[in-house]
C-alpha cells in the first residue's frame, strides 16, 4: 500500500484536496478506514458528506479520497490510513499534512510586490 498526501494544503474552510491510496493488484476486496484528526475531515467518495471507510472491489489498484479542510487558518493535521480487510490487513500508515495561509492571500502579498519592483 502506497500513500500519498500533500504536505501543505490551503488553510481555508471548505477547501479540497485528495488522499491517494495505491494497493498491488489483489483477488479479493479490501477495506480502507481514513481516520483524520486535526481541522480535516475524509468525505464519502462522491464528495458530498463525512467518510471513512472504503470498500475496495476487486481489480481496482487506486483509491481517491476527497479530504476537505474544516476551518480558515493555519495548523497541522494528522491523517491515519489503516487497511482493515484483504491482503493487506493490520497495515497503515499515519501522515502529516500542514495547513498553510490561503494562496488567495499570497497571491495578493505577491501582486504588491510586483507593483512595488515597477514602481
Known amino acids: 500500500m502506497k500513500v500519498t498526501l500533500p504536505d501543505k494544503v490551503a488553510g481555508a474552510r471548505d477547501a ?67 487497511c482493515t480487510e484483504g491482503p493487506e490487513s493490520g497495515t497503515s500508515e499515519e501522515l502529516d499534512v500542514t495547513l498553510e495561509a490561503g494562496a488567495a492571500a499570497s497571491g495578493l502579498r505577491w501582486g504588491r510586490l510586483a507593483g512595488v519592483a515597477v514602481a
Open 16 to 82: 479540497l484536496f485528495v488522499l491517494e491510496v495505491e494497493f498491488p493488484v489483489a483477488s479479493e476486496e479490501r477495506v480502507v478506514e481514513v481516520d483524520a484528526s486535526g481541522p480535516v475531515e475524509p468525505l464519502d467518495l462522491s464528495g458530498s458528506s463525512r467518510g471513512g471507510t472504503y470498500r475496495i472491489p476487486v481489480g481496482l489498484v487506486r483509491l481517491h479520497v476527497p479530504m476537505r479542510v474544516l476551518v480558515d487558518g493555519v495548523g497541522e493535521a494528522k491523517v491515519t490510513i489503516r
